[in-house]
């Protein structure tokens, strides 16, 4: 991440699913868009009273309007930057996303992403959770429906390298 760098979209308890034979499990994690990253965060340093408080602030915020380019109070571009440091984050360039669209399923919306990433390509899906099981794993039980739109678009506006 760049010293220049802002925080552009900012979206919580987002569940990541690779996209590849045998692939069982997700992971729970912070998507965030900045003016040259797309990145997800599942190892943070943010504490838990602020996740849960967070998380239904988003909650309400998307039941009233689905855009997901939303901010989140209380995190910002050095708590970042310190999350980046462990090596788990996905931090990827514009340049890097070969294929980015979104779907609506019966059950809530889809990111789907397709990334060079050393020279090999992965894909990704992404997905909104409104509440989840604890035990005996983690899982989602609600997905919500969001708007992808206006997400995809401003990467796709940054992208140098278009297919």
Known sequence: MDS???IQAHI?????EAKKLFSLHGTEGMLILTDK???????????VRWWNAATQRQVLTFLKLNDVMIHQ???DEEQ???DLENKKNLEIKFDDI???SYEDKTWGSVLNLEIN????????QFSVVQDWVKYPVKAPTKYMKVGWSA???YIKDRQKITN
Do not use: C, P
Request: aromatic share 12%; glycine share 2%.
């Open 4 to 6: 220049d760098e802002h």
């Open 12 to 16: 919580l308890s987002v569940w990541k």
């Open 37 to 47: 990253h797309l990145m997800f965060v599942n190892k943070t340093e943010a504490k």
């Open 73 to 75: 109070d209380g995190y």
């Open 80 to 82: 970042l930057r310190v």
């Open 98 to 100: 070969l294929n980015i």
């Open 117 to 124: 990433r050393d020279n090999k390509k992965q894909k990704y």
């Open 151 to 153: 997400f995809i678009q």
